[in-house]
DNA sequence: AATCGATAGTTGCACCTACAAGCAATTGAT
DNA sequence: ATCAATTGCTTGTAGGTGCAACTATCGATT
């Protein structure tokens, strides 16, 4: 094994703001959406993908793709979500094996009725919080990690 | 309620991106310490934190404050970690109601064996996919989100 | 010193997620 | 046409976390 290389002090700072900001971040996130609707930043982020897709409907494993879910997890979600009135499922006619996500009416309004309040979170956590050219910086920042943390680009691709 | 103000098309990039990232990054890190070390990155920061604390040993409460964890959450990974050996609890004699927590050689040997390849992932997922000027870049941004995600830095304090 | 409220930590219960096993349908090779 | 391997999704089981309830102790007041 080779010497470790540590961090330098500017590394490490970072680092640690970085951490910190990775720990409470997601958790601001979600509570906003639990407590004004009683909705996981997963289930609002899967009702949003599905809100973007043509004819609001997804196969379920490409619904797993978007949200970079596992398919048990989804899976689960997705039957949350169906009690809840939010989507359905349906039998895709082109492959049997594979079901069909589609948002309802009562889905397509709750993310409607969510959305503004959870943009406003996003904007009093990030957004609002930085300058327009450090905005800039972090998008790029945030794509040179993507690339080494995903390099397909799964996560962002509208599905080739 | 007042105009919902969205994002523009910039903001919105940024923000799809960083949140890739959010969901990712920390999934990344888990993996590597799980895989390796067969430590989850809560119980390594845990160790990491008690490694740094003088006399590497704790109050539940204070090491709680610097890991951002729930008491309840925090308690029971003691109690694993104190099965597998890494830590100890003992009795503050100031304050009957309080336990200290302390590292014991066997968790200050896992500490110094899983860090080398922690900072490797670091490097490998954030500080080597970026350069110089935006390490500082990254760590303005993140002081900045950690003022409205964490106003007393609680998160980053050594206790007052 | 007796008591009431706050604090430190643990535990019961419910929920969510991961992993692995399972079932059904499809694809490819013979 | 048939069988084996793969794919799409669901479900059984185990483990982690949050919330609320609980015990024990401390501190302040009377």
Redesign the interface.
Same mark, same amino acid.
């Given at each position: 094994?080779t010497e470790?290389?540590?961090?330098s002090d500017?590394?490490r700072?970072?680092?640690?703001?970085?951490t910190?900001?990775?720990?409470?971040?997601?958790a601001?996130l979600d509570l906003q959406l639990v407590t004004d609707e009683d909705l996981t930043h997963f289930e609002y982020f899967t009702l949003a993908m599905l809100s973007e897709a043509p004819g609001r409907i997804l196969r379920t494993s490409a619904l797993a793709a978007r949200t970079?879910a596992s398919l048990p997890r989804l899976s689960r979600v997705i039957s949350r979500l169906e009690s809840a009135g939010f989507v359905a499922r349906s039998l895709c006619s082109e492959d049997r094996r594979a079901t069909n996500v589609s948002l309802t009416e009562a889905g397509w309004a709750k993310v409607v009725a969510a !959305?503004?309040g959870h943009?406003?979170a996003?904007?009093?956590? @990030? &957004?609002d !919080?930085?300058t327009?050219e450090?905005?800039?910086?972090?998008? @790029? &920042?945030? !794509?040179?990690?993507?690339?080494?943390?995903?390099p397909d680009s799964r996560?962002?691709a509208s599905e080739a």
């Amino acid at each position: 094994m080779t010497e470790t290389r540590w961090l330098s002090d500017d590394e490490r700072t970072a680092w640690v703001r970085f951490t910190a900001v990775l720990e409470l971040l997601p958790a601001a996130l979600d509570l906003q959406l639990v407590t004004d609707e009683d909705l996981t930043h997963f289930e609002y982020f899967t009702l949003a993908m599905l809100s973007e897709a043509p004819g609001r409907i997804l196969r379920t494993s490409a619904l797993a793709a978007r949200t970079n879910a596992s398919l048990p997890r989804l899976s689960r979600v997705i039957s949350r979500l169906e009690s809840a009135g939010f989507v359905a499922r349906s039998l895709c006619s082109e492959d049997r094996r594979a079901t069909n996500v589609s948002l309802t009416e009562a889905g397509w309004a709750k993310v409607v009725a969510a !959305a503004p309040g959870h943009v406003e979170a996003v904007r009093r956590f @990030v &957004i609002d !919080a930085l300058t327009a050219e450090q905005i800039e910086q972090l998008s @790029v &920042i945030s !794509a040179a990690m993507l690339k080494r943390l995903d390099p397909d680009s799964r996560m962002l691709a509208s599905e080739a």
